[in-house]
Every structure is written in C-alpha cells, then in structure tokens.
C-alpha cells in the first residue's frame, strides 16, 4: 500500500510539473501579445512630431504679432492720454524698477514707476492712451505675446500730476 500511495504522489508531481511547464508557455505567449498590444496603443497614442514647417510658421506668427504690436506701440506712443497699462504693483521699489526696465526695453513707449502712497506699492504703468479701448486692446496683446509675464495686467486711468 505504501508503495501504490508513492507511485501516485510521483505521478501527481510529474503530472502537475508538466501543467506548470505549459502554463508558463501558455502565460509568456499572452504576455507578449499583451506587450505587442501595449506597445501598438502607445504608438498610435504618441502624435508625430511637428513637421518643421509647422515651426516655422509658428514663428512668422509671432513675429507678425510683435510687428503689429509695435506699430500699435509707435503710434500710440506720440499720443498722451489719460489711460495705461499697469502691468505690476510693488512694495520693493527695486523689484518695481526692475520690471520698469524690463517694459522700457520690449515697448518704445512711455513707462513710470509711480508710488502709491495709500496703498504702500509702486506701480508700474505703460502706455498713455486717449482712450479705455486703445489701453485695452494694447492689453489684450500684451497678454498674447507675454502670457507669462501680463497675463494680470489691467487698464487704470494716469493720476494727474
């Protein structure tokens, strides 16, 4: 008896090492078609990279954008209004200075730093336009060409001096 109880124990360990050894072929094919499946979806997931002409005539766009807002600059420049861009409000004056010459050097127009009293802050204002909607249109650019750097700007009126 104890001889037939062996000889099925070893029959039972063959027979389940061979199911073991056609399951782990069974699991390592389905594993590569899952990655095979993985890796299409990830190719057909990624977009092609921008042609270079699309480079391009991103960059004429923006160059077009900077050209018209410099001839918006050039002509409102000569005109002294009543409105302007404030672009920043500061309470270190040096930091206010700072983003002053930064405006002077990207605009050919007016920019002043002006401290307010009430508030504490220096304001930096460019522009001085005869109208709301010339000030807010040079905004309105301002925060297409620099979205990073105006995208809180705002129209405010030039205190009399």
């Keep these: ?29 389905e594993k590569e078609a899952t990655d095979k499946q993985v890796q299409q979806e990830q190719a057909q997931e990624l977009p092609p990279p921008p042609p270079s002409d699309t480079i ?6 923006v160059q077009q954008e900077t050209q018209q807002l410099n001839q918006t600059q050039t002509t409102t420049q000569e005109v002294t209004g009543t409105y302007a861009v404030q672009v920043g409000a500061f309470k270190v004056t040096e930091t206010a200075d700072q983003i002053a010459s930064l405006a002077r050097s990207r605009f050919s127009m007016q920019v002043k730093s002006i401290f307010d009293k009430e508030t504490g802050l ?32 705002w129209v405010t009126e030039l205190p009399r001096e």
């Design 56 to 61: 391009e005539a991103v960059a004429n766009e």
């Design 122 to 153: 220096t304001k930096v204002l460019v522009g001085g336009f005869a109208t709301k909607d010339e000030a807010r249109a040079f905004r309105d650019q301002l925060a297409r060409q620099f979205p990073e750097d105006y995208k809180d700007a």
């Design 1 to 29: 008896m104890n001889r037939f109880l062996v000889a099925i124990i070893g029959l039972l360990i063959i027979a389940l090492s061979f199911i073991g050894c056609s399951s782990s072929e069974e699991t390592q094919s």
